[in-house]
């Protein structure tokens, strides 16, 4: 058995003895596919500071380099990201872990020589997120580890991980300002769930009519008006799975006043005998640094649908709450 095999052979029997740790991988905040999760802290040392890296520090080996993401932005429910990457030479394989979540760290091989990037061995991960990976900024540590077991410095990959609750990137970047107001509906079951909100104007805003906006006298949608929200998703629309079961009505200014109505409507149960879900409304309010705002919570009401309720969109559905703008 050449090295590589005894690292990773190694790495697989830790981590499949009994079930508990198999159960923790499950748990974790980050899932690789196609590799083995280890308990503990990530081997390396720290990656390298911005003043040693503009003073021309070179990063111990073995190391890791060039990692790549499309983007940084992780939606909330998003079913996976692929992160790309190298190592430097003699490198086994490359774990990953987050620095503040989760209690070990991913291991895969390393991949084939690139002769393009001075004979690195390249690397490529897919990675989901879990629920225990909570709302915010965070970053992803990566280590290169050669067949003794010895790793050089880490590098760090800054990334934002949506709530699912939208709100425009401000949980990660205080200067960005969240909607003014959201009203969101969330559920359990895989149903088709549509939230219906009636504006103070008599418009039912769903999925299917996803604006607030108002004809015009030309029999237009007046998309100038102030204060227009819009449903962000369709979600589960004819049972398909699409890993949501949200769907929110996102205002980015202050909505129009008056009273909105707020109902939960079964549009196909999907074979399912009922559905529990919730509905919650946010709104901005002062952040903790100044001239900044974040997204709280105004209210929130529960309830559930049975099967029978199901009306393939032919009525508004359950009244859940009403709110009030001034």
């Known amino acids: 058995m050449n090295a590589r095999g005894l690292l990773l052979g190694g790495a697989l029997a830790m981590s499949g003895c009994g079930s508990e740790p198999l159960t923790t991988a499950l748990e974790e905040p980050i899932r690789v596919s196609d590799a083995q999760f280890r308990e503990g802290a990530l081997p390396g040392l720290p990656p390298l500071t911005a003043a040693e890296v503009n003073a021309g520090v070179v990063p111990k080996a073995p190391s890791v380099s060039g990692v790549s993401l499309l983007s940084a932005l992780i939606p909330a429910h998003e079913p996976a990201r692929t992160i790309t990457g190298f190592a430097s030479e003699g490198s086994q394989a490359v774990g990953v872990r987050f620095a503040d979540l989760g209690t070990g760290y991913w291991l895969l091989p390393t991949r084939e020589v690139d002769t393009v990037n001075d004979d690195a061995l390249a690397w490529r991960i897919r990675a989901a997120f879990g629920e225990s990976a ?78 607030t906006a ?35 009505l996102v205002f980015r200014d202050t909505p129009a006043p008056g009273t909105y109505l707020v ?60 709110f009030t703008i001034r």
């Open 214 to 248: 108002d004809e015009d006298e030309d029999g237009k949608l007046d998309r100038s008006a102030p204060g227009l929200g819009s449903i962000d998703y369709d979600s589960f629309a004819g049972c398909v799975p699409d890993g949501r079961r949200r769907e929110s």
């Open 134 to 211: 909570r709302p915010g900024k965070h970053q992803l540590l990566f280590a290169a580890i050669d067949a003794a077991g010895r790793s050089g410095n880490q590098v760090g990959l800054t990334l934002c991980l949506e709530p699912e609750i939208p709100d425009n990137g401000s949980g990660c970047d205080p200067t960005r300002a969240p909607p003014a107001l959201v009203v969101s509906l969330g559920w359990d079951a895989p149903v088709d769930l549509d939230l219906r909100v009636v504006t103070p104007s008599h418009k039912v805003v769903d999925s299917k009519h996803p604006t």
């Open 263 to 322: 109902y939960a409507n079964l549009f196909d149960a999907c074979d399912q005998p009922g559905v529990a879900f919730d509905v919650s409304v946010h709104r901005a309010v002062a952040g903790e640094e100044p001239d900044t705002l974040r997204l709280e919570q105004a209210s929130h009401q529960a309830g559930q649908l049975q099967a029978g309720h199901a009306n393939g969109g032919g009525g508004l559905g359950l009244f859940v709450t009403s």
